[in-house]
């Protein structure tokens, strides 16, 4: 078990969400907001996804 870095294939993702409520994982963890870690089948699609523009999580 891998408790504070990520295991093998696994990967860091940050929770977003549009203005709109449609929620999403990214890849952009460096802009701050909720990070979750993502299993092997999800983590090589968040390399697509961007922070929603009008995000509800960005810091301010």
């Known amino acids: ?11 860091w993702g940050r929770l977003t969400a ?10 952009q963890v460096d802009k701050g907001g909720p990070r979750l870690v993502v299993s092997p089948d999800i983590a090589p699609w968040i390399q697509y996804s961007t922070i929603a523009p009008g995000d509800k999580y960005t810091r301010r």
Do not use: K
């Open 18 to 27: 549009d203005p709109e409520g449609v929620h999403y994982i990214s890849h």
């Open 1 to 11: 078990m891998c408790r504070f870095s990520t295991c093998q294939d696994w990967a």
